[in-house]
């Protein structure tokens, strides 16, 4: 049942969710007021905060367009040339994503991943939870404890416009800057636009804007600009939405003729993620990634993976890739050694010759001195 961590499909279906919002000291969001539209109200930016705070919805239903241009041509064909997920991951790096979603409370939810190749849905209804793959013609069918809400573990880049304002709500503090810039539209809706902006000069993110639903205050869309950019390097948006709880059959899963079933429980599953995890765990100890800093500027150290053994062939291509790719990055060197690095408008990556990986949304320098450490 691991397919279902692959994916964290059902992370796109959570509008009603918030974050928890603390605003430091030096984020007067109350003094802010938007220039809203004629037909709109004004609201300061605090209020905005607090309306992505309460929002909730019985239902919903939509399209979600995910699009990147983060500056990797070279390795995103490289990566794509692979048979194995490097594709997958070079369209959310360097291309575009849709998926159908449909909504009718924490019980009833399901995800249309759209692809070339065919479509991947992810269903809830109640206690089942099914994933099917049209390509492979496999589904797996989860059983969930009564109540049980679930949940996709580990760190994942942002899929939705909830996720995606999520993360960029939990920065607010004192090196952020929060504005708004007025009325926007989006998928035909009304809404506000709040602004998110690092202080920190040695952040390469420019700004961050939410489109916040007038009616129902969700994020209908979340843009990153690097800086000095004029149009978003990540754009996570609905392009149609319509509020109304559908109906119960979106929900029902009947396996196609053909189809082969695989049959699960939560319990297995949290069974065979704890063995997972304490084996990478095991594998990889003293060699866990690392935060340096905090905020915008914050820093994350990890090692190269290396295959378990010798005879692990998977292991070991996937090594060699890896390497691949970072010998076709520049070669730069300094007091903290050498290595190969990308800089790209939004974030830089430094991979050093003795197998450190320093990444972050900082300009190339800042992790030249976190090498150097």
């Known amino acids: ?38 037909s709109l109200p ?19 239903s939509g399209t979600i367009v995910e699009s990147a241009d983060l500056g990797l041509p070279a390795i995103a064909s490289l990566a794509g040339s692979a048979k194995s997920g490097a594709g997958d991951l070079t369209s959310v790096l360097a291309g575009s994503n849709t998926a159908r979603v449909w909504y009718a409370g924490e019980e009833k939810m399901r995800l249309a991943l759209v692809g070339t190749q065919g479509e991947t849905d992810v269903i809830r209804n109640g206690d089942d939870v099914w994933l099917w793959n049209s390509a492979d013609q496999q589904a797996n069918h989860l059983k969930l404890p009564a109540g049980a809400i679930e949940k996709s573990p580990g760190a994942q880049l942002p899929q939705t416009p909830q996720e995606a304002a999520d993360a960029a ?38 700004q961050v804007r939410l489109a916040i639903d007038a009616e129902h205050h969700i994020p209908l869309r979340v843009d990153v600009y690097a800086k000095n950019a004029t149009s978003p390097a990540v754009r996570v948006a609905f392009q149609q939405i319509s509020f109304a709880v559908p109906d ?20 297995g599953l949290a069974a065979e993620h704890k063995a997972e995890a304490e084996k990478a765990a095991k594998a990889h100890e003293g060699e866990q990634p ?9 820093v994350v150290e990890a090692k190269l993976p290396k295959p378990d053994s010798a005879s692990d062939k998977s292991s070991g291509a996937e090594s060699q890739q890896l390497s691949g790719i970072v010998d076709m990055l520049p070669a730069v060197s300094g007091s903290w050694g050498s290595g190969h690095q990308f800089a790209g408008p939004l974030f830089t990556v430094l991979v050093t010759d003795d197998g450190r990986v320093f990444a972050g949304a900082v300009t190339p320098e800042t992790l030249y001195q976190a090498a150097a450490k």
């Not at 930016?45 to 607090?50: E, I, P, S």
């Open 1 to 38: 049942m691991s397919v279902f961590r692959s994916r964290p499909a059902l992370r796109w279906l959570v509008p009603s969710a918030a974050a928890v919002i603390v605003i430091g000291g030096g984020a007067a969001a109350g003094t802010i007021v938007a220039s809203a539209d004629p």
């Open 42 to 60: 004004d609201r300061s930016a605090a209020q905005l905060l607090v309306d992505i705070q309460t929002a909730k919805v019985d239902g919903l």
């Open 169 to 206: 709500l939990a920065a607010i503090d004192p090196t952020t800057r929060v504005t708004t810039t007025g009325a926007a539209k989006v998928a035909g809706r009304d809404a506000y636009e709040l602004v998110l902006s690092p202080k920190d000069k040695a952040s390469l993110i420019g």
């Open 248 to 267: 119960a059959e979106q929900f029902k899963f009947n396996p196609p003729p053909g189809t082969k079933v695989t049959e699960g429980s939560a319990e």
């Open 290 to 298: 690392k935060v340096i800093g905090e905020g915008w500027t914050s």
